[in-house]
């Protein structure tokens, strides 16, 4: 594809429900990665994945949060229980060399 | 873990005039120095970026600077555009690891 492609663009959901944030990497990149973006700073690092392994989840907040990318290519980010301190933009990131980060438009997530 | 300050926070300037954007960090293990660029409701998108074995790198209008031993890497931006416009981030790390700073939301104005 031309670039790294996440959906559903915007999500809105009610305190306690389940989400999944979709990314399809570009083709060929190994690493994939999921940061968080609240308003007016940052990304913050979540998670790294090389290929179908999951090398780091430090930055994951809670055990609500869960990623995996079980074939090497399209990853989901999962958080249950959602809470209002989730809503934030979730970008999600696919490098070739695991450094130049290509990055998508993005999830903005909103919990009421 | 690694700290990555940035500033200002917000920097206005008229087209034409250079900006510069100014970060430190705190882990002398950091080896790498990317900067991206958001334009409003889009993805942040690579400019530039240095190593830690390279002082300046220059690409046309854009330039980084590094000193290491100072642990702070800056943003020069020359003749600057209204398309300019944008909200710039530094980051630091090693490998695959990126700290990045809260950001500097620019203003070009004509």
């Known amino acids: 594809g031309a670039g790294v492609s996440q959906s559903p663009r915007y999500k809105v959901a009610k305190r306690g429900q389940d989400v999944a944030l979709r990314c399809d990497p570009i083709s060929g990149h190994v690493s994939l990665f999921w940061y968080q973006q609240a308003l007016g700073q940052g990304p913050e690092f979540l998670t790294y994945?090389?290929?179908?392994?999951?090398?780091?989840k430090s930055g994951l907040p809670s055990d609500r949060f869960f990623a995996e990318r079980p074939e090497g290519s399209v990853s989901t980010l999962k958080i249950q229980r959602t809470q209002q301190e989730d809503s934030a933009v979730y970008l999600c990131?696919?490098?070739?060399?695991?450094?130049?980060?290509?990055f998508g438009s993005g999830t903005q997530l909103s919990v009421l | 873990g690694e700290n990555v300050e940035q500033h200002p926070s917000t920097l206005s300037v008229q087209e034409g005039d250079s900006a510069v954007i100014k970060c430190t960090y705190s882990?002398?293990?950091?080896?790498?120095f990317p900067w991206y660029k958001q334009e409003l409701g889009k993805r942040p998108q690579l400019i530039i970026d240095?190593?830690?074995?390279?002082g300046e790198k220059k690409d046309q209008r854009i330039a980084v600077t590094l000193n290491k031993t100072a642990k702070h890497f800056s943003l020069h931006i020359t003749e600057t555009q209204p398309e300019d416009s944008a909200v710039y981030f530094c980051?630091?790390?090693?490998?695959?690891?990126?700290?990045f700073g809260k950001g500097t939301s620019l203003l070009v104005t004509p």
């Open positions: 980051a630091a790390g090693s490998g695959y690891a990126l700290n």
């Open positions: 990131a696919s490098s070739l060399d695991g450094e130049k980060l290509f």
């Open positions: 994945f090389q290929n179908e392994a999951q090398l780091d």
């Open positions: 240095i190593r830690s074995n390279v």
């Open positions: 882990d002398s293990a950091s080896n790498y």
